[in-house]
């Protein structure tokens, strides 16, 4: 609907991973490209992806998750096949030669209560959803896969501290508008965009969920195009070590 909508500046779009980058390397029948039909306004912010294990697992840290892999092979769940979490941990496997089982669930409902009651021994999901199993208790964080550590949860390090070297991944939030929305339209509500985010209780309540705000860069039309066609590229690699034939 957006995609064919006036782009007069009134319709825009909240888009996220499923359908502006991992839709399109899984399924082929979409009915619109990401790539042309819309113009980016602003990211806005993303939660970074981190994997979680059940307290009976041993392995506290990435390097040690993947050395434990390597004398038995561990499950790991994430939402879906296809979901973006399950791309992050086909990326993951791919960068570290760890041997995981991917495990995937129709959703997250039922994800972490398996993983607090041993079922399965953990997960790949969106840090915000892990991080109070963390502080209390009930379950390990390995890692987070951002670029820096998290001010809420500084005792977890990064996949990149753990040796996987620029390993990055993240659920985004961002703003597009239909492809032909005049350049001067597009300015304004980046405009706003950035004004809205810049300080009061918008950016903080984002933060207190465990979200980072995108970088002054990233909150331009330039700077999200760009950060669209990198994960775009990332999305379609993952699938392919995924297995996944777009159908």
Do not use: C
């Amino acid at each position: 609907m957006v995609a064919r909508a006036a782009p007069d500046g009134y319709t825009l779009l909240v888009g996220s991973n499923g359908p502006l980058t991992v839709n399109p390397a899984v399924q082929a029948k979409i009915s619109y490209d990401t790539l042309k039909d819309f113009a980016a306004v602003a990211l806005t912010s993303y939660v970074p992806h981190a994997i979680i294990l059940n307290n009976n697992v041993k392995a506290k840290t990435i390097p040690e998750l993947i050395a434990l892999s390597k004398t038995k092979p561990i499950n790991l769940a994430t939402s879906g096949v296809g979901s973006a979490t399950h791309m992050t941990l086909e990326r993951f496997k791919a960068a570290t030669g760890a041997n995981i089982t991917h495990v995937p669930y129709k959703g997250g409902a039922t994800l972490l209560p398996d993983i607090l009651g041993g079922a399965i021994e953990g997960a790949m999901m969106e840090f915000s959803t892990a991080l109070p199993q963390h502080k209390g208790g009930k379950a390990h964080i390995a890692g987070v896969a951002a670029a820096k550590r998290s001010p809420l949860a500084p005792d977890i390090p990064t996949f990149i501290e753990g040796g996987v070297k620029g390993f990055t991944a993240q659920s985004y939030i961002g703003i597009v508008a239909p492809a032909k929305t005049p350049p001067e339209i597009i300015a304004q509500l980046q405009k706003a965009i950035a004004t809205g985010l810049a300080s009061g209780p918008a950016p903080d309540k984002l933060r207190s969920m465990g979200s980072d705000i995108a970088t002054p860069e990233q909150m331009t039309s330039k700077g999200f195009d760009a950060f669209i066609r990198a994960d775009y590229a990332a999305m379609k690699e993952a699938a392919a070590l995924a297995g996944i034939a777009p159908k």
